[in-house]
C-alpha cells in the first residue's frame, strides 16, 4: 500500500510499504477514506519531538472503512463506516477506567522510554514516534487500529468524511481545552494560536459559555477566521499583546487563557523567543514556549490557563513565580477523546457546528509531501489539509 513516511527533518515521502494485517483479537483493518495533517505532525516534520525513526508511518487524524475484524472483536464489522481517535487504548484499565484515555497503561509499547524521559509512562498514539508506541499512522490506504473495540466510533448516516473526520483528534481537543479552562459564563476567554486546533477551542469557549473571547496570532487568514467565528482579534506582530488585552479587561487580565500554539511558538523580536531559538537550534534547549509564557503572564490572578499545544522536553524560562503569585491553575494534557465524542457528534448531527469550516486545502496521498510543506509554511492560506487516499 502507499503512505506517508517520515525519513528525517522536513523529508515526508509517499512510499510503498505492507498492508497492515490483524495481529490481535481485538484489531481491525481500516482502510482510509479521509486523513489530516495535523500541527502535531509539523512538530515531527521539524524534528521537535524526538524518538521518529526513519520508515515511521505519519497520521493520526483519520477515518474510513472496516475491512478486516479480529476474532475478538465484538464491536465492529466488515463494512462499518468509522472515525479512530488518535487515543489508542485498552479501555479496562486504570486509566481508561478513570477517562484518561490518553494516558491508557496498557498501549504504549515503548513505555520504557517513556518513563526515562517523563517519570511515568503515558498511552500508545498512532503515528506519533517512539515514545508512543511507534504504531503505524493512518495517512495511509490502510491502517491497524489495535483494540479497535474501544475508541473507533461509527459514523451515523448521512454524515459526510467531512463533517466527523476532526471528531478524531482537533474538534475534541479544543473542546477539552475549553472545558479544561473552567470558563464560567460570561468569562473573557484569551485563545493564543489560530490554526485548527485554535479555531476549535474559540468555538468550544464560545458553546461553554464564553461572554468574550480575544484570539491571538500573526496570519491574516487565520486571524480573520477566528473573527468569522465572533472573536476579537490580536495580530501579536502589529499590536502589543498584553496592552491590548489588559485594555480589553480594564487591567485585570483574561479570565481563562488557552495555548493552542504548543512548542513552536514565535515571537515578536522578544528576547525570550531569540534565546529559545537559539537554545532549540543548538539542541541545549527543547521546546520554544512564548505562547506559554504569554499566558502565565496574562491570565488574571485567580484565572486558569489551558494548554492544548504540544511540550515535549524540559522548558527554560517558565513564568512559574508569576504563576504561583496569582494562585493560577494550569490544567493540560493530550486530548482524552472519547470523553467528549458523544457530546460533539451529537452537536455535529444537531446541525450546532460543521467542523468542516476550517478544511482550506483537500487532495490525494500523493500530494501529501508536498502539503506537509504548505501546511508549515502556511503558503496559499493553508489552514487545514485533508487527503483522500485512493483519489
Ligand atoms: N493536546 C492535544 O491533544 C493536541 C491535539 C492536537 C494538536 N495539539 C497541538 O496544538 C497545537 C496547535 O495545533 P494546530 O494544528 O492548530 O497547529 P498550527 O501550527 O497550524 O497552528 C499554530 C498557530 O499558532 C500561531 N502562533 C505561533 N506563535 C504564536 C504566538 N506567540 N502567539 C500566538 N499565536 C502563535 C501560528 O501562527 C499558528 O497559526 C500544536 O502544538 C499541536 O501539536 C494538541
Ligand atoms: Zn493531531
Ligand atoms: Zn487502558
Known sequence: MKALVWHGKNDVRLDTVPDPKIEEPRDAIVKVTSTAICGSDLHL????IPAMESGDILGHEFMGEVVEVGAANKKLRVGDRVIVPFNICCGDCF??????????ERTNRDAKKAETMFGHSTGGLFGYSHLTGHYPGGQAEYVRVP????APAKVPDGLTDEQVLFLTD?????YQAADFAEIENGD????W???PVGQFCIRSAQM??????VAIDRVPERLAMAGAAGAETINFEKEDVYDRLNQITKGRGPDRCIDAVGMEAHGHGSWDAVADKALAATGLGTDRIHALRDCLKNVRAGGTVSVAGVYGGYLNMVPFGPAFQKGVTIRM????VLNYLDTLMQAIVGGKIDPSFVITHRCSLSDGPEMYDTFKKKHDGCIKVVMKPGT
Do not use: E, M, R
Not at 481508561?96 to 491508557?104: D, T
Not at 461553554?208 to 473571547?213: D, F, N, T, Y
Open 95 to 104: 486509566f481508561c477506567g478513570k477517562g484518561l484515555w490518553s494516558l491508557c
Open 333 to 336: 494534557g493530550q486530548c482524552n
Open 193 to 195: 494560536g489560530c490554526g
Open 45 to 48: 516534520y521539524d524534528g521537535y
Open 208 to 213: 461553554l459559555g464564553a461572554g468574550h473571547v
Open 147 to 150: 483494540f479497535a473495540d474501544v
Open 188 to 191: 473573557t476567554v484569551a485563545v
Open 170 to 174: 482537533i474538534f475534541p481537543t479544543g
